[in-house]
């Protein structure tokens, strides 16, 4: 279920000295049953679908919209946590872009992201909030991080150009989570989820990620029968993709059982070149022309897998096949294209 209205709080816990407990163990959940849980950027990629697993696993699920509540304002965000008082808080809230957006706009993907993690982060320990699941981004390692990517690969060597601000953001996110673990003892964690994907996803071509931006001109192109597609790059570079209704699948067994100091990457441990992924695409749209790649413009980093052993070791496991989650997501940028 899902609230804005505050009720009564549930007392705080001090935070737990472990860092996972194991799939079968009999160690109790870090999050209570029927948990009051605020879900920031409720109506993002990633808040939807983990306010849909909180929602489906009985929890109370609180949200504000941006007209609401701008996280970005420190002062009403510490008031509204300190009203609500809510069991545990789940930072999905961000500016978020694909390569263009980020090369164009690097002063918003960097200060807005500092405001709202400084915002929500540092209201919910003036609240008392007993949880917090900081949600970060892949992006935050190397360029050319070893892979696939481990945690410890954070800050190890220069990061991808193109997205080096708001990563930058998120870096510092995760550091102000550690910092109120060690300075507090605030059972805070963060996790950095792969390239994701699925419904509630943003299809703008100049602010999209490459899957949803993929969709979106091969449709457009059947549609109008164009000859060729251009896509940018050399079509080289390899991505993991996670469909979002197993990052908060992820989140919700993070919530439940982690609580280290250490960021958790979420993925499915498997990459594809973008080549093949356009091509499953162009399947799936029904796209017969032929795809030409303008190797004039940025490639991005040219490899990115992560390491979800830390992740795996809770137990999780991906449910979405990536062909299955691209057709859905399809269906469903075609149910709001009919219906808007």
């Keep these: 279920m899902t609230a804005d209205a505050s009720h009564q709080p549930t007392a705080p ?30 109506r993002g990629l990633v808040g939807s679908a983990v306010a849909r697993r909180l929602a489906a696993d009985g929890h109370e699920v609180l ?22 008082r809510p069991d545990a808080v789940v930072l999905a809230a961000a500016k978020v872009g694909g390569i263009m957006a980020n090369s164009t706009s690097p002063v918003q993907f960097l200060e807005d992201n500092l405001r ?25 390692y190397p360029k050319h991080a070893e892979q696939p ?13 193109t997205n080096e601000a708001y990563a930058i953001a998120k870096i510092a996110g995760i550091t102000q989570v550690q910092s109120y673990r060690r300075q507090y003892g605030a059972s805070y964690i ?51 993709f996670l469909h979002v209704d197993d990052v908060a699948a ?41 795809v030409v790649w303008d190797t004039s413009k940025p490639d991005g980093t040219p490899r990115k897998l992560l390491d979800v052993s830390r992740l795996t070791s809770l137990g999780f496991k991906p449910a ?10 399809y269906e469903w940028w075609l149910a709001q294209q009919r219906t808007g």
């Excluded at 990459?271 to 093949?276: A, F, K, N, V, Y």
């Excluded at 979405?320 to 997501?329: E, K, N, P, S």
């Design 13 to 42: 816990s001090p935070a737990s000295s472990s860092s996972l407990t194991a799939p079968g163990a009999s160690s109790p959940s870090l999050l209570p049953r029927a948990a009051r849980v605020f879900v920031a950027g409720h």
């Design 149 to 161: 990517i481990r945690e410890e690969s954070l800050l190890t060597g220069p990061l991808e150009p």
């Design 250 to 290: 992820a989140c919700a067994l993070l919530l439940e059982r982690y609580d280290g100091d250490g960021p958790v990457n979420i993925g499915c441990g498997e990459d594809l070149p973008i080549s093949e992924l356009a091509e499953v695409v162009r399947q799936v749209t029904g796209y017969e022309g032929s």
């Design 116 to 140: 709202i993690q400084l915002s929500v982060i540092a209201g919910a320990h003036a609240a008392r909030v007993p949880r917090l699941l900081f949600l970060g981004s892949s992006c935050i």
């Design 320 to 329: 979405v096949a990536l062909r299955d989650g691209i057709a859905a997501t």
């Design 190 to 240: 963060s996790a950095m989820p792969t390239n994701l994907y699925g419904p509630g996803d943003n299809f703008d071509l100049a602010t999209s990620h490459v899957l949803p931006a993929l969709v979106r001109r091969f449709h457009e192109a059947r549609v109008s029968g164009a000859p060729e597609v251009v896509l940018w790059g050399t079509g080289t570079p390899r991505r993991e």
């Design 63 to 84: 949200t504000r919209s941006r007209d609401q509540l701008d996280l970005r304002d420190a002062a009403r965000t510490e008031a509204f946590l300190r009203d609500a």
